[in-house]
């Protein structure tokens, strides 16, 4: 084939490739997707209906509505105490689309990005596509959680590789952990040493359930790139409508790369966004509790059951070891429990290869899912240990 051979060599995400293969499966009940079940507030939909109405439907500028700018410039200041001009930010199609820009960006081919794993699957792609080289740093035996010394070794390691950029995303998926300001300024610390880009996937920014969340670019803002978006804090997965916030002469190199994959995001979106960023401040925090409210039945259900599992403290995920006598890797057993239990998990190896002996649970589905796949979870673990 004459395609290009690094597009070649990408493999569809491992959370698609399974949610099709259990897909057809009668009665399934899925706790595999990594989206928001509740419906967009009511009063976001109707200002994108009266967009329409209003002939919102052209071009927008490039780097997406000035009233959009600066609404988002006021909301993430007063939610994180980021200060971003308007000019600052960019309207992406979605979080996608925003570290798609990012990376495209500031990457040469043989540049290396370090990841903290197990992490989500869409940045390894990005970087292979602009020719350079992902390293791993696995956090299997530090909590889950990058740490100074760990990100330490592994610049020490890569001294010679042009180490150019630090993915960070938290709170995290697939394990829903979250660091402490402490945390990260120590880890500040060592990426200030080393000069290096942070791009800053902070998503579900608004999905933390003990602490505050600590935006990354209010410790480090010369060098970091902040992604965010509405997709999680909103429900707002389909409308596409991310942000790019960084300063202005990364800006205006990335601008560049916006303009030539996607022009802009939709102008009907945009209209929705400036709703939500405005009126829509205590649309998050609402969303929060309902899923808190989960998280807290979903951990005491996995406790009775026996599992160990990843405490959660933020977006809405769980990432629960694979039972001690099961025997076979994480996507046998979600195969299995698929089949056999009629419920639908992550294999923890699609987040890498240490997320091999776990499996990720998304607690965004109603209560009455949760409950019957927790009963029914209960009822095989049972039935399979007393084989
Ligand atoms: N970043 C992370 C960590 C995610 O989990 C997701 C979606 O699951 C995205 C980015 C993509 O977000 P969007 O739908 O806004 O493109």
Not at 41 to 58: G, V, Y
Not at 80 to 88: K, T
Not at 179 to 200: C, F, N
Not at 260 to 275: D, F, P, R
Request: charged share 15%; hydrophobic share 40%; proline share 5%.
């Amino acid at each position: 084939m004459q395609t290009n051979i690094r597009i070649q060599q990408i493999q569809v995400s491992g959370i698609r490739r399974f949610d099709e293969a259990i897909s057809t499966i009668p009665d399934i009940l899925k706790l595999t997707v990594g989206e928001p079940d509740l419906p967009t507030p009511a009063h976001i939909k109707k200002a994108a209906i009266a967009a329409i109405r209003d002939d919102w439907t052209h071009y927008s500028p490039l780097m997406g509505f000035a009233a959009l700018q600066h609404a988002a410039s006021t909301y993430f200041n007063q939610k994180y105490q980021l200060n971003y001009d308007p000019e600052e930010i960019i309207a992406t199609v979605g979080a996608t689309e925003a570290v798609a820009t990012a990376l495209l960006t500031i990457l040469n081919p043989g540049d290396t990005v370090l990841l903290p794993t197990p992490a989500y699957t869409s940045y390894e792609p990005v970087v292979s596509m602009a020719n350079a080289q992902l390293v791993p740093i696995d956090t299997t035996t530090t909590g889950y959680k990058l740490t100074p010394t760990a990100l330490q070794t592994a610049l020490d390691e890569h001294v010679l590789d042009h180490v150019k950029a630090l993915i960070l995303n938290y709170p995290t998926n697939p394990t829903g952990v979250t660091y402490t300001r402490d945390e990260l300024q120590a880890l500040q610390k060592v990426i200030a040493t080393a000069g290096i880009y942070v791009i800053s996937d902070e998503i579900y920014s608004e999905l933390t359930y003990e602490q505050a969340h600590t935006a990354f670019a209010t410790l480090y803002p010369s060098k970091t790139i902040t992604i965010n978006g509405l997709s999680k804090s909103h429900a707002m997965t389909g409308w596409r409508l991310g942000f790019i916030l960084a300063p202005h002469d990364l800006i205006a190199e990335m601008k560049k790369t916006h303009q030539y994959l996607v022009t802009s995001t939709s102008s009907i979106s945009q209209a929705a966004g400036i709703e939500a960023l405005t009126n829509g401040l205590d649309d998050g925090p609402a969303m929060r509790s309902v899923y808190q409210e989960r998280r807290d039945y979903m951990v005491k259900r996995l406790s009775e059951i026996g599992l160990n599992y990843i405490y959660p403290t933020g977006a809405f995920y769980i990432f629960v070891q694979l039972p001690t006598d099961f025997e076979g890797s994480s996507w046998d057993f979600a195969t299995r429990l698929a089949h056999e239990a009629h419920v639908a998990v992550v294999p923890g190896s699609a987040f890498g290869a240490s997320g091999e002996g776990w499996f990720r649970i998304s607690y965004a589905a109603s209560q009455s899912v949760l409950r019957e796949s927790m009963n029914q979870l209960a009822l095989w673990r049972v039935q399979t240990a007393s084989q």
